[in-house]
């Protein structure tokens, strides 16, 4: 039950929008990265391990239609700075008041580089993965579910590392690892949270 409180109103039509990646190779399908193709793999682990049906379809960002987002419920796969559906989404949620402004975590530029980090109710979260050798690499990754900005019957997740490494991790994370997060979600009469609501979690 805990898990699927975590993935509750995803459970109707709802599409896996992950990022194209760019390649010469002539295929029926667009290029996708390993880490987001485990990442997804991850996730309909987690919808059979509690007994629902996963999510059937697929979009790159590229070709997402505006009808898809607010026919469908969406899990967006990988940062903004690869996935325009992210990137969209996370601005139209801080944008709904200035309360969600802080309570929503961002991808921002690291000053001075071609890094990212992720910001969120006034702290930032680098990425250690940029200056480790390998071979264990750690990645911070936010894992948003939130009413959709696109439809307000609706539910977007979004999983995402700063790096590939971390939207893999955080997928798993919600598969394996989901009771740490289970137990930390709000329950409040007074506040009108429950278990199944929205969250917003870093994971590393």
């Known amino acids: 039950r805990g898990q699927g409180a975590i993935f509750a109103g ?3 039509s709802t599409l896996f929008v992950f990022p194209p990646r760019a390649g010469t190779v002539n295929t ?7 880490e987001d193709f485990l990442a997804i793999n991850n996730i309909i682990s987690a919808y059979i391990r509690i007994g629902r049906r996963p999510p059937e379809k697929v979009r790159d960002s590229g070709a997402l239609k505006s009808q898809e987002k607010t026919n469908n419920n969406l899990i967006l796969i990988c940062s903004s700075r690869s996935n325009h559906a992210t990137k969209e989404a996370l601005e139209l949620l801080r944008a709904r008041n ?3 402004n802080d309570l929503i975590p961002t ?3 690291v000053a001075g580089s071609n890094q990212l980090q992720i910001q969120w ?3 930032v979260y680098p990425s250690p993965s940029y200056s480790q050798t390998g071979p264990c690499y750690e990645d911070v990754a936010m894992i948003v579910k939130a009413q959709s900005p696109w439809a307000a019957q609706r539910k977007i ?4 590392g700063i790096r590939g490494i971390g939207t893999w991790g955080a997928a798993e994370y919600l598969k394996k690892w989901w ?3 289970h137990r930390r979600k709000d329950q409040s009469r007074r506040r009108g949270t429950t278990k199944q609501g929205d969250f917003a979690a870093l994971v590393s």
Do not use: K
Request: charged share 10%; net charge negative; no cysteine.
């Open 98 to 100: 200035s309360h969600l």
């Open 121 to 123: 109710n006034g702290a």
């Open 107 to 109: 991808f921002v530029p």
């Open 157 to 160: 997740m979004i999983v995402a």
């Open 10 to 12: 995803l459970d109707e």
């Open 28 to 34: 029926l399908v667009p290029l996708m990265a390993i």
């Open 179 to 181: 009771p740490e997060l």
